[in-house]
């Protein structure tokens, strides 16, 4: 029993690559950071390729470290990613028809609850003034 636990642990665990990034030069290591920053790790969800531990994002670093090694822009290399795993792996996707509720939702919730609160204050408002008129009258 004891060995069956032993065994079903090892199955969990992640082999690292234990092989450091090499860059070239220290252009192509900021330019591999900032493009890591801004593509999600498709495990983790909330993180970023550049901060996820998991080892699917230690695979994909070495994969946009190849591609931009082979001379694909970073425009090429998110589209890799894209055509890979889909427009979620990316913290800022086009917009597109697909995504216009993403980009846009946020502003239209705005103007909707602003329109609703300015519909209440008008009643407010509008049912003061009544009850004012109210107040010039002899009981």
């Not at 993180?47 to 695979?59: M, P, R, T, V």
């Not at 694909?72 to 979620?88: M, N, P, Q, T």
Request: charged fraction near 20%; glycine fraction near 4%.
């Amino acid at each position: 029993m004891l060995a069956l636990l032993l065994f079903s642990t090892l199955c969990f665990a992640q082999v690292s690559d234990p092989t450091p990034l090499q860059f070239r030069d220290a252009a192509q290591e900021t330019r591999f950071h900032q493009l890591t920053a801004e593509l999600r790790c498709v495990m983790c969800q909330n993180q970023s390729l550049a901060d996820s531990n998991a080892q699917i994002a230690h695979d994909l670093r070495r994969e946009v470290l190849d591609l931009m090694n082979q001379g694909k822009s970073d425009a090429e290399v998110k589209r890799f990613l894209v055509d890979r795993y889909g427009e979620f792996v990316l913290y800022k996707p086009d917009v597109a028809g697909n995504t216009w509720l993403l980009w846009f939702g946020p502003a239209l919730l705005l103007m909707a609850g602003a329109a609703i609160v300015f519909r209440i204050v008008r009643k407010r408002s509008a049912a003061a003034g009544t009850m004012a008129d109210d107040d010039n009258q002899e009981w």
